[in-house]
């Protein structure tokens, strides 16, 4: 089974400012990488898939950037609705499909 | 516009049964793969179970493996889930997805998720 790994456990930044957020597998993946968005009360919603393609109707502020091992989710300038949850996950050998533990975005 | 909703979770017993149900509508339910993937409270995510568009595959996580059957009605734009031999750490939201991409392995679209609750 992959292992994602995310850092840090949580982020603390302000309106406006960049983040970056990564996630790191204990084998390859390839770039089978999806990135999701969890808000308190809410369902995920997808963010980015293969590593680096936005999904529909995701801002541009919004990039995913890796491939084999190293992944990173950045966040160009934080809008106040970006706070959240936000999780890696792996389609490269499965079952099962993997998550990271996730990432807690939180204003500072 | 995709919609799935689930339903059917409520309270049950240690070593009870219960069926949940995802209800699809704006998409052509019978090409999609479908997952289910479960959120313990306060907890991160974890999938649970995929199907073929067609129900001819069907893969389990070990954890539910023998005790948890994921199957699909495609006149009727449903997926199931029906868990027996409940334990409490299954309880959890859980969650019907899309599975997007070529091999059903991205969770595009997302149900607003139905509680279970594992307890005597």
């Known amino acids: 089974e992959i292992v994602l790994t995310q850092s840090p456990a949580t982020l603390s930044l302000s309106p406006g400012e960049r983040a970056t957020l990564s996630c790191r597998a204990s084998?390859?993946?390839?770039?089978?990488l999806a990135w999701y968005q969890q808000k308190t009360g809410q369902a995920p919603r997808l963010l980015i898939h293969?590593?680096?393609n936005r999904a529909t109707g995701i801002p541009a502020r919004f990039s995913g950037s890796g491939s084999g091992t190293d992944f990173t989710l950045t966040i160009s300038s934080l809008e106040p609705e970006d706070f959240a949850v936000y999780y890696c996950?792996?389609?490269?050998?499965?079952?099962?499909?993997?998550f990271g533990q996730g990432t807690k975005l939180e204003i500072k | 516009q995709v919609q799935l909703a689930e339903s059917g979770g409520g309270v049950v017993q240690p070593g009870r049964s219960l069926r949940l149900s995802c209800a699809a509508s704006g998409f052509t339910f019978s090409s999609y793969g479908m997952h289910w993937v479960r959120q313990a409270p306060g907890k991160g995510l974890e999938w649970v179970t995929i199907?073929?568009?067609?129900?001819?595959?069907?893969h389990y996580a070990d954890s539910v493996k023998g005790r948890f059957t994921i199957s699909r009605d495609n006149s009727k734009s449903t997926l199931y889930l029906q868990m027996n031999s409940l334990r409490a750490e299954d309880t959890a939201i859980y969650y019907c997805?899309?599975?997007?991409?070529?091999?059903?392995?991205?969770?595009?679209?997302w149900g607003q998720g139905t509680l279970v609750t594992v307890s005597s």
């Open positions: 996950q792996q389609r490269s050998n499965w079952p099962p499909y993997t």
């Open positions: 293969d590593a680096s």
């Open positions: 997805a899309r599975g997007g991409g070529y091999d059903y392995g991205t969770f595009d679209s």
């Open positions: 084998q390859s993946v390839n770039t089978y």
């Open positions: 199907i073929w568009y067609d129900g001819s595959k069907k």
